[in-house]
């Protein structure tokens, strides 16, 4: 379980706040030769990199994405990036996240933790605070606070409609990205200019949804789409407002299908950025999440019927699974998971809700 595994002096908190004299090896005649080639880039230019080293950016769940999100940034030299987590990592992730080591999943760090501790080691003169948390509508105030920009780095499509509502309220824009298989998916959205996340998709999609746990994932693809998506950010950070892309773009890397849509406009009579109805930050759209019993809680979404059938093939690769008509039952150590037909789900196990969500995302998909 979170917070009991890894060692006891690392403070959630954990904050690198360095600035330009963080490391004394590095000289100011270092410093201005760490940026030389960027600076050779036209698009960015001396201007350009000045305005990135006085921009903030959050960046939303650090696994694959959010770990080549931030490196890239990092190294581009973005003078601050809040890391947001819930949780720890873990062998499974060494594959595609690149700010990982072996040493950081025996000790179970905090994403959140590893991350800003792996960028001070390649570049001390960013500022960097790590936020091990769930982003929720009671703290997405004080999480997103204060950075010009908010990148995508979750799993799931609660969280980023919780971001959407919160970016669209305060005008803030921010980069949807997503990959799983050999897929990955993209959208710049720039409120009151461009189509919002829920212009394009009013609804999560229903049923079965795919996800690493039960799909699988190429490196390369969570790679690409975070690239593509740290590009964009460079655009808008840097104010090259005019090549920044508005449309989503979606590419699948094995079988080289790649689609474009238009989200230059916002969808007249959209609910978040037309009607200003944000019912994710009021938590509407949230699953409901008590604590059942002992050692267990429930997770209940409604409206999202599950194929109980079809769920336990997908997930039989991932440990035991047994279900009948009205019930899934699905055992991975130390947890079982019970899934019910209405999206109902007991996770045992745990008595934390963040660990309860974290595992729910993963396997059924939200
Ligand atoms: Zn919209």
Not at 87 to 108: I, K
Not at 145 to 151: A, E, K, T
Not at 321 to 332: D, E, G, M, Q
């Amino acid at each position: 379980m979170i917070g009991e595994s890894f060692s006891p002096n690392w403070n959630p908190r954990d904050t690198y706040n360095k600035g330009l004299q963080g490391n004394p090896r590095l000289n100011s005649l270092e410093h201005n030769e760490r940026y030389s080639r960027q600076e050779l880039f036209r698009g960015i230019g001396r201007e350009g990199q000045k305005r990135l080293g006085g921009s903030r950016v959050a960046i939303v769940g650090c696994g694959a994405t959010g770990s080549a999100l931030a490196s890239l940034l990092a190294r581009s030299g973005v003078g601050f990036l809040r890391i947001i987590d819930r949780d720890y990592v873990e062998p499974s992730n060494l594959q595609r996240q690149t700010l990982f080591d072996e040493a950081d999943a025996a000790e179970s760090l905090p994403k959140a933790i590893a991350a800003v501790r792996r960028i001070s080691q390649f570049n001390s003169s960013i500022a960097t605070e790590s936020q091990v948390a769930d982003l929720t509508p009671a703290n997405i105030d004080s999480l997103l606070d204060g950075v010009d920009l908010i990148l995508d780095g979750t799993d799931n499509f609660e969280t980023r409609y919780l971001i959407n509502d919160f970016a669209v309220k305060h005008a803030r824009p921010w980069i949807y990205t997503a990959a799983v298989g050999s897929y990955g998916v993209s959208l710049n959205v720039l409120p009151g200019e461009t189509a919002c996340l829920a212009c394009i998709f009013p609804e999560s999609p229903r049923g079965i949804v795919e996800t690493c746990e039960t799909s699988g994932i190429l490196n390369s693809a969570v790679n690409l789409a975070a690239s593509i998506a740290a590009t964009e950010a460079l655009k808008l950070l840097t104010g090259a407002l005019d090549k920044v892309r508005r449309s989503l773009i979606s590419f699948d890397v094995w079988t080289n299908e790649r689609a474009e849509i238009r989200a230059a406009q916002p969808r007249p009579g959209c609910r978040a950025c037309g009607e200003r109805n944000f019912i994710h930050l009021a938590g509407e759209g949230r699953p409901h999440i008590t604590l059942c019993g002992r050692n267990s809680v429930q997770i209940h979404e409604r409206a999202r019927p599950v194929d109980l059938a079809a769920m336990s093939a997908r997930l039989e690769p991932h440990g035991e699974v047994r279900h009948n008509a009205f019930v899934l039952k699905f055992w991975r150590e130390p947890y079982e998971m019970t899934l019910f037909p209405d999206g109902r789900a007991i996770i045992k196990g745990t008595t934390d809700p963040t660990v309860a969500r974290s595992l729910y995302a993963r396997y059924i998909g939200s």
